[in-house]
Nanobody, 115 residues
């Protein structure tokens, strides 16, 4: 059973930065294409970023140039560095395989951006 655990969220003002993390058991990130997704209040979950197992990064257009996805494979941990955050990016952030999430969702980590 795969378990994904996100952490590192918090509250920041617009323009601020956060780095969130995801660890997994029952899955080896090194051999999977992993990604970040987010769900804003009242909206559907959406794709944010992907780190292909070959090292290629892909981002949604709205975060391109501000967010960076990375991984520490030795620690089986996925990161998302988020810079210049915007209020509309408030929501719960999740990790999973990408582009198609294949495993149960974790609890996510809350990111709140105030204007």
């Amino acid at each position: 059973q795969v378990q994904l655990v996100e952490s590192g969220g918090g509250s920041v003002q617009a323009g601020g930065s956060l780095r969130i993390s995801c660890t997994g058991t029952g899955i080896v990130f090194r051999y999977n294409s992993m990604g970040w997704f987010r769900q804003a209040p009242g909206k559907e979950r959406e794709f944010v970023a992907q780190l292909h197992d070959a090292g290629v990064q892909r981002y949604s257009g709205s975060v391109q140039g501000r967010f960076t996805i990375s991984s520490d494979y030795d620690k089986n941990t996925l990161f998302l560095q988020m810079n210049n955050l915007k209020p509309e990016e408030t929501g719960v952030y999740f990790c999973n395989t990408a582009p198609g999430p294949m495993h149960p969702w974790g609890q996510g980590t809350q990111v709140s951006v105030s204007s």
